[in-house]
């Protein structure tokens, strides 16, 4: 158990677990990319350059709010 704190409700200890991004090319999880959303001449998302950091989402078994922390650089 954990000692992360729901910023909802206050309990302690939130369930860990994960957000899945299943669109095309997808690694199987969700990142958060540093800067301002810029897009591309295409309308992609421009991404080139700049951190990635993986996306962890904990759960909070009393009220079910979820908790997303970008703590790991990919």
């Given at each position: 158990?954990?000692?992360?704190?729901?910023?909802?409700?206050?309990?302690?200890?939130?369930?860990?677990?994960?957000?899945?991004?299943?669109?095309?090319?997808?690694?199987?999880?969700?990142?958060?990319i540093?800067?301002?959303?810029?897009?591309?001449?295409?309308?992609?998302?421009k991404?080139?350059?700049?951190?990635?950091?993986?996306?962890?989402?904990y759960?909070?078994?009393?009220?079910?709010?979820?908790?997303?922390?970008?703590?790991?650089?990919?």
């Amino acid at each position: 158990m954990n000692d992360f704190k729901c910023t909802q409700c206050g309990e302690v200890g939130l369930e860990p677990g994960f957000v899945e991004d299943a669109g095309q090319s997808s690694q199987g999880y969700l990142r958060w990319i540093a800067g301002a959303l810029e897009r591309g001449p295409f309308g992609g998302a421009k991404r080139i350059g700049r951190q990635r950091w993986q996306v962890d989402a904990y759960r909070c078994p009393r009220c079910a709010h979820l908790e997303l922390f970008a703590a790991q650089e990919i």
